[in-house]
């Protein structure tokens, strides 16, 4: 995100490591403005997109699907990762095509809101979980300030950092609102240092330890 000499705030979005230049552009007058779900805003020149569904048959209007873009400015590919290139730059219809791995939709307005990362869905007893959408139903409740959810083998984990004593107050607002098999198994608070990054700063759940089944109360069942 970048401000402008005229102080308006423009947001360029390159989804993932596709393109040598920008894909999507939005203006906005600051931060504050930025709207949930987040907009990637519209195609640039020479840029075009398509939303998919896992069967790489375009979705309607207003429905979720993966981010596909092709155009003049695409990336030759990942730099000595011919397999990785392969998976992600596809040949369609005489042209190359980068598969984003990010989950958008066209809003009413015609531009792109970005919802989250197709890799951060997960299924468990036969149904899709947004594990996104499960950690911003957690850092919204009052005392929490980050949290991450992730599978630890087949079992649903949340850790968060928050304010000490929030944790049953917390899950007693969360839960209801989740069907059975979103509800995370194990719950834990942890520091901050206790959530390890990857060299890019992200977070490195392979990395996340699953929290334990019972100690001193802190977690759940």
């Known amino acids: 995100m970048k401000k402008t000499r005229s102080g308006n705030v423009r947001d360029a979005v390159t989804p993932a490591a596709d393109a040598d230049v920008f894909t999507a552009v939005f203006h906005t007058d600051g931060a504050y403005d930025v709207p949930d ?3 990637i805003g519209t195609p640039v ?30 990336a030759e590919g990942y730099v000595g990762d011919p397999e990785r290139t392969a998976l992600s730059f596809t ?9 984003t791995g990010d989950l958008v939709r066209w809003g009413a307005d015609g531009r792109l809101r970005f919802l989250g990362r197709a890799d951060r869905q997960v299924k468990i007893a036969g149904h899709r ?24 083998g087949d079992r649903l984990c949340a850790a968060i950092k928050a304010e000490d004593g929030v944790l049953a107050e917390v899950r007693a607002e969360v839960e209801p609102g989740l069907a059975a098999y979103e509800r995370p198994q194990r719950w834990r608070i942890v520091a901050l240092a206790e959530i390890p990054t990857s060299p890019h700063g992200k977070v490195d759940r392979a990395a996340l330890p699953a929290p334990p089944r019972r100690r001193s109360g802190v977690v759940g069942r």
Not at 91 to 99: C, F, K, L, T
């Open 37 to 39: 779900p987040i907009l």
């Open 45 to 74: 020149c020479g840029t075009d997109v398509r939303i998919v569904d896992e069967d790489d048959r375009p979705v309607p209007p207003g429905a979720v699907g993966e981010l596909r873009t092709t155009g003049w400015g695409l």
């Open 129 to 152: 979980v947004e594990l996104v959408d499960l950690e911003r139903r957690i850092k919204e409740r009052a005392g929490v300030l980050d949290a991450v959810v992730f599978l630890a």
């Open 91 to 99: 040949e369609r219809a005489g042209e190359r095509e980068y598969r």
